[in-house]
């Protein structure tokens, strides 16, 4: 049974950082995208920023590039998110996904139901 654990989240006052962790388990394909999407209540979940594990590419929504940053350690099974500069319209529940093998690097920020596994989501609150 595949299972994304993350951890990590917390509140954290505006300026500060955090780092985010994925753990998958239950699946054994190396290539796949995996990402870190966030919701706040009432509005629709966002893509934060996406990585092809096969290759590395990234990609990241408009509002977060040059502060967070996407990794994987590949012998962890675990992807991470180090958010730096973080702003109060950070604050949201973070969910990390997963989505099936691929042998394209090209994944979605927008596409949600391209991923077929979420975690629980862990909740980053900044307060200004």
């Known amino acids: 049974q595949v299972q994304l654990v993350e951890s990590g989240g917390g509140s954290v006052q505006a300026g500060g950082s955090l780092r985010l962790s994925c753990a998958a388990s239950?699946?054994?394909?190396?290539?796949?995208?995996m990402g870190w999407f966030r919701q706040v209540p009432g509005k629709e979940r966002e893509g934060v920023a996406v990585i092809y594990t096969g290759g590395g590419s990234m990609d990241y929504a408009d509002s977060v590039k040059g502060r967070f940053t996407i990794s994987q350690d590949s012998a962890k099974n675990t992807v991470y998110l180090q958010m730096n500069s973080l702003k109060p319209e950070g604050t949201a529940m973070y969910y990390c996904?997963?989505?099936?093998?691929?042998?394209?690097?090209?994944?979605?920020?927008?596409?949600?139901?391209?991923?077929?596994?979420w975690g629980q989501g862990t909740q980053v609150t900044v307060s200004s």
């Open positions: 239950g699946y054994t394909y190396s290539s796949n995208c």
């Open positions: 996904a997963a989505g099936p093998p691929s042998y394209s690097d090209y994944c979605s920020l927008v596409l949600d139901y391209e991923y077929n596994y």
